[in-house]
């Protein structure tokens, strides 16, 4: 497993080169061919960040080696987050989501992606961007899905309360149970994979029209622990990466601890049936 100290310290040649660990797991789809120097697509959902991405747009553009573009998705914000995206960052591309929901955000950015590997980056400046080489990093050495952790050696945050540690390593115990994985960290939004992975990961069409009550399944913020189930349902290579999680810049977190535990929980129940069903289907075939 690559490791980053906490005090994250500029980026190297070798930092980029040593081989993360990667947990082997067994593979449903075949292999397909990966370059060793991918492209890399930053995916950056946003709601009313303008400030945020005033700080956080220039640093992804500093990383080195350079990512390939990074794509700005507008949730219908009212303080300009497209505008100061445009003036901060003139080549970033800014587009609007199709129905509401981080989920839909996600998938939009996806489908829009373009570079080999695509990276999920929220906006609130709470994730660091020279992180980003040592995820490209874990796939070039040979992992599917590279997942970032606050709770493996090198990670760490600045904005985790004993109640909300508690409950993730709950939900962990629960995902590993059902999935048959080893997160350390299953809630944590900072990840990398593959794009040739999007049609395993099979998330609502961006253009299917929203339920006159509610969201299609996967738009909303259980977007991240979808991932996680299907990633693991589908067999493949997962390698956790260390992250640092710091404090949001600016505005106010929208993150409910009982209420989103309580969807994640939901999520991993729901991810777990879904993968028993499509298990019976093979099985029958």
Known sequence: MSTLTPDRPALSTQALAAPPHVETRPRQYPQPTRTPFPTVSVVVPVRNEARNLEIVLPAIAAVRPAVHEIIVVDGNSTDGSLEAARRVLPWVRTITQTRKGKGNAMACGFAAATGDVIVMFDADGSADPAEIPAFVSALVAGADFAKGSRFTTGGGSDDITL??????????????????????????????????????????????????????????????????????????????????????VFGDSNLRTFADGTRVLRTLLAEHRRADRRSSVRRSR
Request: charged share 20%.
């Open 163 to 248: 109640l909300r540690r508690g409950g993730n390593a709950g939900l962990n115990g629960v995902a590993n149970a059902l999935f048959g994985t080893s997160y350390t960290d299953l809630c944590y939004g900072y990840n990398a994979f593959w794009a040739d992975l999007l049609p395993i990961l099979d998330l609502p069409a961006i253009d299917a029209a929203a339920p006159a009550d509610g969201m299609l399944w996967g738009d909303g913020f259980e977007i991240e622990t979808v991932l996680n189930c299907r990633v693991a349902a589908a067999g493949l290579r997962i390698t956790e990466v260390p992250s640092i999680e710091r404090l949001r």
